[in-house]
């Protein structure tokens, strides 16, 4: 059931209501109905709550698409005949009512006092009696109709009546006597006795009228109006033409063909034969094979041999996809209903790059050419030539809905195209700015989904200039430029969002965020203390904080925001990643183990934090189960190299047997060392050590050789000195065996 629309605080109707009623003229156009294409409907009443379907018999079921109906005795036979109007022609139709009865009526016209009571007595109610017949005097009737003002009685087979009660809409009430059956009667309110009324003598001849069908014609012409500004069509042309763009300042016709339509052929040849005449005119012609697009089976090589056959001389090549689009959106924007482009179609373009003419069917040369003259026409003449008869117009040409056309170019994913109709337009299209806001940031939100950012910013650009306060094309165009490296103006557009509302933490954490990555950490600093002043309960903003005071060192305030961060939110990963790191750092090893194990709880397919909790147990000399630590960051990373050497040396070095195991060590160590190209001392001394534990003594000292030449040489003495003892080990065919402070055993050992 239809819904009465629904008002916005500003006086505007609802959102929910305009797409509704987008998508219902949408379905008009497209040749839908609002009946459905039923045919119309007459009921008789049978008695009480029955009803026949007299549709047919009554010669009411026609297939229009009805709208309002009246009733009315038009010819004063003393039965009702009926008007109904429809959307669709014709637009009016009377039905006279020639039914044969012997059946009575009595009608009666109401005269109010025009002081106590209206002087059409609207709202009166008369009762006719005997049967107690009741009527009421309307104004209005079902959709936009008005029936008769006269009272109607159909009596049936009876022919006697007793009274007349009329209950005025003052509240007086009256009884009137004495009238007749199959008469009519005025009645004043306030007079005794009604005053019978006689139809004027006319003669009214009313013949049926047969509706005329115009004659079917294959060819149709539109001058348009107005001439219509046309998006960018991109002309897949044969490759000796080059670029192919039509000659600046030149009208041009854009002809849609294909080789199997004979009248798109017959056309084609007659451009050959006149194309002298065509030429001195001008015109260029760009004739488009639509041969083997969409169902069409046809090989797109016919259209060429049949061009190469006639010796075209204009311009040619293949239609796409995208451009047919383009001409079916234009199209769609000026015709009602909704049809697809007939073959053949042909668009006049003038020089300026707007559509003047559209022709469906063949074109005419003759009609081509004196088309093209009339385009110096001024924009009165011009006009004037668009309609086959002479007038003079009401009011000034009014233009056509480019937001239509760019809103539907967008639908159909045509962004770029889009975009383009939208920047070059954007002055035409400002009878509705909140409309071209609206749907350009459509278009912007899109190339965003595209990760094409700088397009992206094009039309935030286009939004802004149109609705400053559009704070979602605001907020996007800070993120495009962020991902653009354009920080600069994207602190510009988050600035502007936090100070257009204070309240929008996420606007100034993005702000903050950036000027802290750029350098101006005083500045970030500052802006999120503001922001906690405003919310002092966001985990975000002291999370924030947080890291911006531990760049600038500020390592115990870090601390305390980080612990703030996670009072509100306990959940918050990379704040107990930060803290624990912080801590770890001061050597508060205890505490960081506290977050490192937090982490792993909330990320547990994380190798990183596996990783991470497993370097602080090894530093707490918790050997076995930092070991634990770097199998579960090998599980979920085997490749990870930090955790195989961590896990390596464990495994080559560990004093007792039942944790060594020499073999995985040195798989671990040698991938390790491949990941790091042999260029990391640590890796290479685990390695080395790997070598020592599987009895490979020789391997053990060359590597261990090149740690200590790498260690010297970045100036790293005492990991050389460490290396260095480790080496006179395997010189001595010994392993290296780690105590709990992690420094080799002793040699006699």
Known sequence: MSRAPTLESQGTYSEEFQRSSLRAQGLLRRGKSWSGHERNCCFLNIGGKRFANISAVSGFNFLDDARAVASVDWDHDGDLDLWNTNRTSPGVRFLRNDFPTDHH??????????????RDAIGARVELYPGKIIKTLRAGEGFLAQSTKWVHFGMGQNRQVDRVVVRWPDGTSQEFTHMEADQRYEIIQGSVRPVRWTAPGRDVALKPSVLPVPPVSDRTRTLLPARLVMPLLT???????GSGKPIAGQPFLLNLWASWCQPCVKELRQFVQRADELKDAKVQIFAMSVDGLGDDSSDPQNAHALLKQLKFPFMHGVATTALLDKLQIVKESLFFPIRPLPLPSSFLVDPQGRLAVIYHGPVGVDELIADVRRLELDEDDWRQ????????????????????????????????????????????????????????????????????????????HEVIHASPEHLNARRAMAAALESLGRFKEAITHYRWLVQSNPENTRARLKLSALLARHGNKPAAVKDLREAL???????????????????????????????AALRLDPSLALAHARIGSAFQRQGQLVLAEEHWRSLVQLRPKSAAAQLRL???????????????AFQAALELDPENP????????????????????????????????RATDHQ??????????????????????????????????????????????????????????????????????
């Open 105 to 118: 009526y009595l009608a009666l016209k109401l005269t109010g006092n025009g002081t106590t009571c209206n």
């Open 235 to 241: 002309l897949n042309l044969a490759s000796s033409y």
């Open 385 to 460: 030539a668009s309609v086959p008869f002479q007038g003079r117009y009401l009011g000034p040409q009014v233009g056509h809905d480019l937001l239509a056309i760019l809103d539907r170019l967008r639908e159909q994913e045509h962004v770029e195209a889009a975009l383009e109709y939208s920047q070059r337009n954007s002055a035409l299209m400002g009878y509705d700015r909140p409309r071209y806001a609206s749907i350009t940031y459509k278009i912007g939100a899109e190339f965003t989904r595209r990760k094409m950012h700088d397009k992206a910013v094009a039309a935030y």
């Open 533 to 563: 002043r405003s919310n002092p309960e966001s985990s975000q903003t002291h999370y924030l904080l947080a890291t911006v005071l531990e760049k600038e060192n500020r390592v115990e305030e870090a601390i305390t925001h980080y612990q």
């Open 614 to 628: 497993g370097e602080n147990l090894y530093r707490q000399e918790m050997i076995e189960t930092s070991l634990q």
């Open 642 to 673: 930090i955790a195989q050497n961590y896990a390596a040396w464990i495994l080559c070095t560990f004093p007792e047997e039942r944790l060594r195991d020499g073999d995985q060590a040195l798989r671990w160590a040698q991938s390790s060392a």
């Open 680 to 749: 990391n001392v640590g890796v290479l001394d685990t390695l080395a050590a790997a070598y020592a534990e599987v009895g490979r003594f020789e391997d053990a000292v060359t590597t261990a050789q090149k740690a200590i030449e790498l260690a010297l040489a970045s100036h790293l003495k005492k990991q050389a000195k460490q290396t260095q003892g480790r080496l006179e080990l395997y010189k001595n065919g010994r392993p290296c065996r780690v105590n709990k402070d992690g420094q080799p055993y002793p040699a006699n050992k």
